[in-house]
């Protein structure tokens, strides 16, 4: 599976950007899709994740209300829609994706995903 992530550039804080992650290769709807960011200095951490065929979406609870991840089937992509953004949410940001069977509890660590697209960078100005 290979990954594109793009959508990444320069907002004010208050603006939004829609990340895009677009999914190549051996795909389908056993996947799990993630977002990760990595602010500088700190490390990688858990944004949003979702199962490609659907169901519950998992969030940051700092993104809660502000992120919404979804996904296109015809164009094999999946989106973050980052609005109200905030100094903090910049970053580099990264998607990720495995097929293996993931719980609830292991969404939200980098370790349960196998492939990983190049990121993209958001800055947010206060």
């Known amino acids: 599976v290979q990954l594109q992530a793009s959508g990444g550039g320069l907002v004010q804080a208050g603006g939004s950007l829609r990340l895009s992650c677009a999914a190549s290769g051996r795909t389908g709807s056993r996947y799990f899709m993630a977002w990760f960011r990595q602010a500088p200095g700190k490390e990688r951490e858990f944004v949003a994740a979702r199962r490609w065929s659907g169901g519950t979406t998992y969030y940051q609870n700092s993104v809660k209300g502000r992120f919404t991840m979804s996904r296109d089937n015809a164009e094999n992509t999946v989106y973050l829609q980052m609005n109200r953004l905030k100094f903090e949410d910049t970053a580099i940001y990264y998607c990720?994706?495995?097929?293996?069977?993931?719980?609830?509890?292991?969404?939200?660590?980098?370790?349960?995903?196998?492939?990983w697209g190049q990121g993209t960078l958001v800055t947010v100005s206060s």
């Open positions: 990720a994706a495995t097929e293996r069977g993931l719980i609830a509890s292991t969404v939200y660590s980098d370790l349960s995903y196998d492939y």
